[in-house]
């Protein structure tokens, strides 16, 4: 049976029973329940929940009641039609949305916590899922499980075929997982800091059931994450007044050397990566080449660019993204360019694997940056720059170009050479100190 036959099975089940699961489940302590969930998703409630598996709305109504904007997330619509009901009741702002844990309709770093309570033991692919939910969560995000479990063992639930199908039963996999194989569910997909702590008072007194727990794990804070937003804040600041030194003289020059280096085929597809007020790229667009798109972390950089586009109707379409994290299939440019782009990297190794990733066979890389001749690149304060970005290195920002060389080699490059822009310069400028690095996959 196909996984999503077996969902499909899994939600008619609970269909079925929504008119009787909270009479069944009426046991908690709502109180306990409400200051366990302000304990561990802390007091700033501008910060986002999604409840997975949340039935009729048990999480997703608290939480939205005490501030926090909850999406409850289901595969019973049934379960969630009495949920919707209860949040009526109750006042809250808790919206519900059908969905399965193994795909959830959200971008990459966006939620700030995912909470269940008696879903993990239900799971179908198991490490697809917590995968999928380390996607969507913010760095610095938690997950928070909750289930029933038996102290000092774990999950119990294999000793029930709940679903009355020895297919779907096979497969939930973890559904008698000990507490160390949960631990290493999370762990083993991308989640730190992963424990489970047990949650004592949460059901009223006079019933006799295993106690709750909460197994729980962080999204890491990557290094490249928070410089990529110090990148991003600079530039943004920045975007404003950079043409008025950073423009290039004479257009037409410019454009002539440019169309050398990328060659005669108007209808390759190329790819200017930190575009930036999109100088290069709508340079490329003018010349008449079709299928040209920049990309940037800096809205407000490629705001400019795409108004210089429609101005010169160069058709050059932009994109969000950083440029050691592209957005694109593998294989897909005849052309990587960048400009002005090597000394900013903080991971440049990276970025040039990345570009070499996307480049078609026989693409070319053209890396544009001012050099010192016979030297490399030299940038004067590139330490405040390096501070105000929040960064912990840049390699390439002082940097010999044979260096540069041999690392484009090393990436698999082919024909490495560096080449001269003749009598292009800045508009602030006499220096004709702009080169190239070029090589070919």
Same mark, same amino acid.
């Given at each position: 049976?196909?996984?999503?036959?077996?969902?499909?099975?899994?939600?008619?089940?609970?269909?079925?029973?929504?008119?009787?699961?909270?009479?069944?489940?009426?046991?908690?302590?709502?109180?306990?329940?409400?200051?366990?969930? !302000?304990?561990?998703?802390?007091?700033?409630?501008?910060?986002?929940?999604?409840?997975?598996?949340?039935?009729?709305?048990?999480?997703?109504?608290?939480?939205?009641?005490?501030?926090?904007?909850?999406?409850?997330?289901?595969?019973?619509?049934?379960?969630?039609?009495?949920?919707?009901?209860?949040?009526?009741?109750?006042?809250?702002?808790?919206?519900?949305?059908?969905?399965?844990?193994?795909?959830?309709?959200?971008?990459?770093?966006?939620?700030?916590?995912?909470?269940?309570?008696?879903?993990?033991?239900?799971?179908?692919?198991? *490490?697809?899922?917590?995968?999928?939910?380390?996607?969507?969560?913010?760095?610095?995000?938690?997950?928070?499980?909750?289930?029933?479990?038996?102290?000092?063992?774990?999950?119990?639930?294999?000793?029930? &075929?709940?679903?009355?199908?020895? @297919?779907?039963?096979?497969?939930?996999?973890?559904?008698?997982?000990?507490?160390?194989?949960?631990?290493?569910?999370?762990?083993?997909?991308?989640?730190?800091?992963?424990?489970?702590?047990?949650?004592?008072?949460?059901?009223?007194?006079?019933?006799?059931?295993?106690?709750?727990?909460?197994?729980?794990?962080?999204?890491?804070?990557?290094?490249?994450? @928070?410089?990529?937003?110090?990148?991003?804040?600079?530039?943004?600041?920045? !975007?404003?007044? +950079?043409? !008025?030194?950073?423009?290039?003289?004479?257009?037409?020059?410019?454009?002539?050397?440019?169309?050398?280096?990328?060659?005669?085929?108007?209808?390759?597809?190329?790819?200017?990566?930190?575009?930036?007020?999109?100088?290069?790229?709508?340079?490329?667009?003018?010349?008449? +080449?079709? &299928?040209?798109?920049?990309? *940037?972390?800096?809205?407000?950089?490629?705001?400019?660019?795409?108004?210089?586009?429609?101005?010169?109707?160069?058709?050059?379409?932009?994109?969000?993204? &950083?440029?050691?994290?592209?957005?694109?299939?593998?294989?897909?440019?005849?052309?990587?360019?960048?400009?002005?782009?090597?000394?900013?990297?903080?991971?440049?190794?990276?970025?040039?694997?990345?570009?070499?990733? @996307?480049?078609?066979?026989?693409?070319?890389?053209?890396?544009?940056?001012?050099?010192?001749?016979?030297?490399?690149?030299?940038?004067?304060?590139?330490?405040? +720059?390096?501070?105000?970005?929040?960064?912990?290195?840049?390699? +390439?920002? /002082?940097?010999?170009?044979?260096?540069?060389?041999?690392?484009?080699?090393? %990436?698999?490059?082919?024909?490495?050479?560096?080449?001269?822009?003749?009598? %292009?310069?800045?508009? &602030?400028?006499?220096?004709? /100190?702009?080169? !190239?690095?070029?090589?070919?996959?």
């Amino acid at each position: 049976m196909e996984v999503t036959n077996v969902i499909k099975k899994i939600g008619e089940y609970w269909d079925e029973r929504s008119l009787i699961f909270d009479k069944e489940h009426d046991t908690e302590d709502l109180n306990a329940w409400e200051a366990t969930l !302000a304990r561990l998703l802390g007091a700033d409630i501008n910060k986002s929940v999604v409840d997975l598996g949340t039935g009729t709305g048990f999480l997703a109504n608290m939480t939205s009641k005490m501030g926090y904007p909850t999406i409850g997330i289901d595969i019973s619509k049934e379960m969630m039609r009495i949920g919707v009901r209860h949040a009526k009741n109750a006042q809250t702002n808790a919206v519900y949305m059908e969905g399965s844990a193994l795909s959830l309709p959200f971008m990459d770093n966006t939620v700030d916590y995912i909470i269940n309570t008696r879903l993990i033991w239900t799971l179908v692919e198991a *490490d697809t899922a917590i995968k999928e939910w380390c996607r969507i969560i913010k760095p610095g995000g938690k997950i928070y499980c909750f289930n029933r479990m038996m102290e000092g063992v774990g999950l119990t639930s294999s000793k029930v &075929n709940i679903y009355k199908d020895d @297919v779907v039963n096979e497969l939930l996999e973890i559904k008698g997982a000990q507490m160390d194989e949960l631990i290493s569910l999370l762990a083993r997909n991308g989640l730190c800091d992963v424990k489970i702590e047990k949650l004592p008072g949460l059901t009223r007194p006079g019933f006799n059931y295993e106690p709750w727990f909460v197994l729980m794990g962080t999204k890491p804070v990557i290094r490249r994450h @928070v410089e990529e937003d110090g990148i991003a804040e600079f530039w943004n600041k920045n !975007a404003k007044n +950079y043409e !008025a030194t950073h423009q290039v003289k004479n257009k037409e020059m410019w454009k002539k050397v440019l169309e050398e280096f990328v060659g005669e085929n108007k209808n390759q597809t190329i790819l200017d990566v930190a575009t930036g007020t999109g100088i290069i790229a709508n340079m490329l667009g003018s010349i008449g +080449y079709e &299928n040209v798109m920049g990309i *940037d972390l800096s809205e407000d950089m490629m705001a400019i660019a795409i108004e210089h586009a429609l101005e010169e109707n160069t058709n050059v379409k932009f994109k969000l993204a &950083n440029a050691m994290e592209l957005p694109f299939n593998d294989e897909i440019f005849d052309l990587v360019i960048s400009s002005r782009l090597l000394w900013t990297l903080t991971e440049p190794d990276d970025a040039i694997k990345e570009w070499k990733r @996307v480049l078609k066979s026989g693409g070319q890389i053209i890396a544009i940056n001012e050099l010192e001749p016979e030297i490399g690149i030299r940038c004067e304060n590139i330490d405040d +720059y390096r501070k105000n970005i929040k960064a912990v290195n840049l390699p +390439y920002g /002082n940097v010999d170009q044979e260096e540069i060389i041999e690392k484009l080699k090393e %990436c698999g490059l082919k024909n490495v050479e560096i080449k001269h822009l003749k009598d %292009c310069r800045l508009i &602030n400028s006499e220096r004709e /100190n702009w080169y !190239a690095f070029i090589g070919i996959k």
